[in-house]
Every structure is written in structure tokens, then in C-alpha cells.
């Protein structure tokens, strides 16, 4: 039964401004939020299709191989497959630094440019949840990109019917080594990125810092160990991103180094290269925070 | 909505810790601000944004303290940016995501679910004046249409108070009145509180229940707005001549002057020379009945009256009331 009173507050209602009385979620939905905004962000997804040209096809690239590898040790029913777990970020690291390169800039160096910071930070999260949501959102992409492939492998591995429980244990060595992977170049990349509020300039320091240091670290390495200084070799090795995962993984996660001579860490120099990795995985998020306190409003 | 007691605010400057005094930025503020739409004015400097800073919670004061919506900005900023609106005076808006995207991604930051998020977003945008073009790329849009997304999303969760920092910068006049009307109905048709910043006093004038002056980061008057009309409106007239009165301005200047109405000294533009110099009158009106004397003053005298309108102030002509004062003595001494 309605009643014209009724009716005529139903239209008042849907012509004029309505109150919101539903729930407030507060700060820890609101950094969820900016989390998988940042997350879909960094795979182009909820913005144009534009965006979503290069971090697709960079993840289709990434995943290539692993198809082709699994293919190849089905087919020819061999008892191992031919690339260790641990192995394949290594080999791909080309285009994990190229992902990075395209995508921190795109996370962060857009906020800044356009100064939406300071909407973020009227609002109920603070420094501490941006900084957290948008590394959390930059790892987390890097770790869909490189455990992808891994997950490909380890499928196809146990499709080839290959011995469960090593495959298995390949498996969970490989994704540690990717998350720790993930958690280190994010963190370079971010705080690259967040110095700059120019895209273009974000872009080249992540890739400067990638293949610069990688470029320098392999040419000295090569030159100790034809020097025949193999101790000089697992030292060097603590000077780049990809190098510094390769030790970690040598030393831990039973991988194969890929250093010369295969003169990676031991045990030892293996906690060293660990810390070195936390180190600067605390330091980047250290950084991130000391940058946003600057910009604010 | 807003208290403030001895708020100070001082900026370290770079100079060796010794002589360190600093920028002051705000000094012993004390301000009740109530419901309704409150204009917070001054010059570029005064501690208009500072002041703003410090209402979020985001910058902490250095001395005294300060209350929105009755919660100490010191220790519940999470709680009164969930509750408070803010529009800043920069850009803020990234050019390449549409207006509906950029909106419920803001609501969700102030905490709404989503699907409520983006009922709110069309509502608000709605509201604000933006329909089919919400769904392109801000990139393409108007400086104007841009205000009134930024307007949005400091609306769009709802709050009790807005704090609009400069909403009517770089508009063009039809826009600004178009703003002015957007943030009157803030509060008359949303119910929700707000605090105006801008540097023309005139515009705040037509839109604000309340207007509060600072300079220097010191409170140099806060009254509601009747009263300053009453006290400091400017009229400014202008007349044709006729045969009878082939200077129609300078009859009307003498006849005015005899029903006891003061003038402002220089007609306006005499100094710079302008086409149509000497010819607008600009006399103080100091209540309703100022209008009804003109008007029957120039039907009197058998004149066409061109224009007669409210002046805008500069604020330090209002504020500084020996300043202005000064101005006209000055002119007519000249």
C-alpha cells in the first residue's frame, strides 16, 4: 500500500542528494583497495588498453619458454626437466627488468607527476599504508610474473609423470626464490621510480640500475676467474640484484650458480648475500617512506 | 565544526640552527567555526593551506590545538579525514582514466564498499554537474569541468565538512559563479558543512553564512557576513547626461552629496584614463535605503541610470580599515 505520502518522499529521494549512511571500511580497506588498484594497475588492467599492450605481452614472453620446455619433456619423456626451477628467473632476467622498468614508473611516478599524493593522504590511510600497499602491489606483480612460468614447469613436470616429491621440492625452492626475487627488485624499482616524478626518467634508472650493475659485476667476475682468483668471484657477486639472488638460491634453495665456474657461495658467504638481500629490501621501503614525507599536501 | 585554540604553526628555515626563528605561519589562531558554508580569507601566504594541513591532521601544530567535528586533530587525524572532505588547490586529477574511474577509486580510499562506491560517484558527479562526459578521460576535460571533479571527490563518501581550498581559481567568470552556486548548494541542498578558502573577498561575500580573515597567520576578523555587506558595500553608478544635465554624473555626484550620501572621492578610472572615465560614481551604501535614494536621486533628476552595482573588494581595502580610509581623503586632497 503506498500512500501519497510516501510516494512523494521516494521522488524527493531519487531527485536530490542522498546520505550515505552504510558502512565506512576504514584504513586497512582502504590500503586493500589501493593494493589490488595498484596490482591490476601494473597489468594494465582497469585502465586503457593501451596501457595493457606491454605488460602482456612481456608476461606471454616470460611464460614462452617454460610452454616450449614442458612440450619438448613431454614429448620426448625424459626423467628431469632440462632447466632447474631456481634457473629460469635467471635466464629471464632481461625481461623481468624490462617489466619492472615499465611498470614502478607507472605505480608510482604517475601519482607524483599528477599530484593525486595528496588526495591519498586526505583520506584515512597514511604514509605508512601507501608506501606498504604500493610495494606490496609492485612485488606482488613481479611474483605473478616470474612464478607463472615456474608453475607452467612444475604442471607440465608432473603432466611428463616425473618424480613427484623432487619436482615438488624444485618447485617450492624455485617460488622462494622468485618471492625473494620479487621483494628485492620491486623495492629498486619503486624507490627509482618515486625519485622522479618524469616517467621517462624513472624508466631509464631502473633499467641503468639493472644492466649496469649486472653488466659490471659478470665482466669483473669473468676477469677474476680467468685471473684465477675464484675467491674474488662469490665477493663480486653481492654487487647486482640478479647476482645476489643467484648467490642466495646457490647457497639455500640447492641451485646451480651461474657465476663462472660456477663459484658461487657457500653456506658462509651465503648468510652474507642473504643480509645483504634483507638489507635492501628494508632499506628501499626505509627510502620509500623518507619520500612521501616530502610530498604530502 | 572547527575550533582552534592559539593554533601557531612556524616552519623551520634554512639559516643556522642559532638564529633559528623560522616561518610563522599561523600565530595563536583562535577560531569557532560553526555549520555552514565558512569563507577563510587571505592573501597568497596568510596560512590559508597551513591551516588546512592542520585541520586533516597531517602537519602537526607547534602550539595550541585544534578540534573538527569535535575530535583532536592530533591524535584522531584518521578519523576526521574519514569524516572530512578536501579539495586542493593544485591539480590532482591524472589525465588518463575517466572521471567515473578516478571518483570510485577515491570513494573506496575514504572506505566504501564498492558497490556503494560507485553508486556514490554517479550520484555525486551527478550532482556536480558532469554527466555524459564522466566516462572520458580527464585528460580532455575543461578547466572547469575539472573543478567540479575535483569538487566530487572530495564529496563523494559523504562527509560532514568539506575544506575547499581555492575552488574558483582559473575559472572564467561564468564559471566562477557557476562553482559559487555548486558550493552554496554543498550546504542548503547536501547538509554538509564547509570551509572556502579564497583570496577575492567579493565572491566569498555571496556565498558564505561566515567569513574569517587572516594574515599573516593571525586572525584579523571573523564576522558573518551581513555585517560586513552592511558596513563596507560600494556602489558603483553610472548615469547618461540630457540636455539639462549635459554632466548627468557630476549632477547626480551634487545631489547625492546633498541627501547626505558619501562618495568616494576619484570617479572610478579618471587615473587611468579609460573610455567612459568620470563617469561611475562610487558611494557607500550603508543600508537598504542607500539603493531607494539613488534611485529616486536619479529619477529626480530626469536621468537614465546605466548601471548600478555592488563592488567587490580587495581585502585590505575592507580589512584595513585606516587603508581605506586613507585612499579616499588622499584622492580628495589631490
Redesign the interface.
Known amino acids: 500500500m503506498s500512500t501519497p505520502t510516501t510516494r512523494a518522499e521516494t521522488q524527493i529521494h531519487n531527485i536530490g542528494y542522498r546520505d550515505y549512511d552504510g558502512p565506512r571500511l576504514g584504513r586497512a580497506y582502504a590500503r586493500r583497495s589501493l593494493f589490488s588498484q595498484s596490482l591490476r594497475g601494473a597489468y594494465g588492467l582497469g585502465r586503457s588498453a593501451k596501457s595493457k599492450v606491454l605488460p602482456m605481452i612481456l608476461f606471454a614472453v616470460m611464460c614462452i619458454p617454460a610452454l616450449v620446455v614442458v612440450a619438448v619433456a613431454v614429448a620426448t619423456k625424459v626423467k628431469d626437466l632440462p632447466l632447474d626451477y631456481t634457473r629460469y628467473a635467471i635466464f629471464t632476467q632481461a625481461l623481468i627488468g624490462l617489466y619492472l622498468a615499465a611498470q614502478a614508473p607507472q605505480s608510482v611516478s604517475r601519482d607524483l607527476r599528477f599530484k593525486t599524493v595528496p588526495l591519498y593522504f586526505s583520506r584515512p590511510i597514511e604514509r605508512v599504508d601507501y608506501v606498504l600497499a604500493k610495494y606490496g602491489a609492485m612485488a606482488s606483480a613481479l611474483f605473478v610474473l616470474t612464478a607463472s612460468p615456474l608453475l607452467i614447469l612444475y604442471i607440465g613436470s608432473l603432466l611428463a609423470k616425473m618424480d613427484f616429491a623432487e619436482q615438488t621440492k624444485g618447485f617450492a625452492q624455485g617460488l622462494v626464490s622468485v618471492a625473494l626475487l620479487s621483494l628485492l627488485f620491486g623495492g629498486i624499482g619503486l624507490v627509482m621510480a618515486a625519485l622522479t616524478p618524469r616517467r621517462g626518467f624513472g624508466v631509464a634508472a631502473v633499467i641503468a640500475a639493472l644492466t649496469i650493475s649486472y653488466g659490471a659485476v659478470s665482466t669483473l667476475q669473468a676477469i677474476a676467474w680467468s685471473t684465477d682468483s675464484l675467491g674474488a668471484v662469490k665477493w663480486l657477486g653481492l654487487f647486482s640484484p640478479i647476482t645476489l639472488i643467484d648467490g642466495v638460491q646457490t647457497a639455500f634453495l640447492g641451485a646451480t650458480s651461474s657465476f663462472p665456474g660456477q663459484a658461487g657461495p657457500g653456506a658462509g658467504v651465503g648468510v652474507v648475500y642473504l643480509l645483504v638481500v634483507l638489507a635492501l629490501v628494508v632499506g628501499s621501503y626505509a627510502v620509500l617512506m623518507r619520500r612521501y614525507r616530502k610530498v604530502g599536501l | 565544526m572547527i575550533a582552534t585554540e592559539s593554533l601557531s604553526k612556524r616552519f623551520p628555515t634554512g639559516v643556522p640552527p642559532a638564529k633559528r626563528g623560522g616561518v610563522t605561519a599561523l600565530d595563536r589562531l583562535s577560531l569557532d567555526i560553526g555549520p555552514g558554508v565558512t569563507g577563510l580569507v587571505g592573501a597568497n601566504g596568510a596560512g590559508k593551506?597551513t591551516m588546512i594541513?592542520i585541520l586533516?591532521g597531517?602537519?602537526p601544530a607547534t602550539e595550541g590545538r585544534a578540534e573538527v567535528l569535535g575530535l583532536d586533530v592530533a591524535t584522531s587525524?584518521?578519523a576526521i579525514?574519514?569524516r572530512?572532505g578536501?579539495m586542493?588547490e593544485?591539480?590532482?586529477?591524472?589525465?588518463?582514466?575517466s572521471a567515473t574511474?578516478f571518483v570510485v577509486?577515491?570513494a573506496?580510499?575514504?572506505?566504501?564498499?564498492p558497490t556503494?562506491a560507485r553508486e556514490?560517484t554517479a550520484?555525486t558527479l551527478r550532482?556536480v554537474g558532469l554527466y555524459e562526459e564522466r566516462y572520458r578521460?580527464i585528460g580532455g576535460y575543461s578547466t572547469g569541468m575539472k573543478q567540479r571533479v575535483k569538487l566530487a571527490?572530495a564529496l563523494v563518501?559523504?562527509p560532514k565538512l568539506v575544506l575547499l581550498d581555492e575552488p574558483t581559481n582559473g575559472l572564467d567568470p561564468v564559471g566562477r559563479d557557476e562553482m559559487l552556486g555548486l558550493i552554496r548548494r554543498v550546504h542548503t541542498?547536501?547538509?554538509i558543512s564547509v570551509l572556502v578558502t579564497s583570496h577575492l573577498l567579493g565572491e566569498l561575500e555571496r556565498t558564505c553564512d561566515h567569513v574569517v580573515v587572516i594574515d599573516g597567520g593571525r586572525l584579523l576578523r571573523s564576522s558573518s557576513t551581513s555585517d560586513f555587506t552592511q558596513l563596507t558595500a560600494t556602489l558603483a553608478v553610472e548615469v547618461t547626461d540630457t540636455d539639462t544635465h549635459p554632466d548627468g554624473t557630476a549632477a547626480l555626484r551634487k545631489a547625492l552629496t546633498a541627501a547626505g550620501i558619501a562618495i568616494h572621492g576619484a570617479p572610478e578610472g579618471t587615473a587611468d584614463g579609460l573610455p567612459g572615465a568620470g563617469h561611475v560614481l562610487l558611494l557607500e551604501a550603508t543600508g537598504e535605503e542607500t539603493y531607494d535614494i539613488v534611485r529616486d536621486t536619479v529619477a529626480d533628476l530626469g536621468l537614465g541610470l546605466v548601471r548600478m552595482e555592488q563592488r567587490r573588494h580587495h581585502i585590505a581595502e575592507v580589512f584595513r580599515p585606516e587603508a581605506a580610509a586613507a585612499q579616499p581623503q588622499e584622492a580628495q586632497a589631490r
Not at chain 2, 593544485?90 to 582514466?97: G, I
Not at chain 2, 573506496?108 to 564498499?113: A, C, E, F, I, Q
Request: net charge negative; proline share 12%; aromatic share 4%.
Open positions: 593551506s594541513k586533516l597531517l602537519s587525524g584518521t579525514r574519514e572530512v578536501y586542493p593544485h591539480d590532482c586529477l591524472p589525465p588518463d582514466v574511474e577509486h577515491m573506496r580510499m575514504s572506505g566504501l564498499p556503494a556514490r550520484d550532482h578521460p571527490q563518501h559523504d541542498d547536501f547538509g
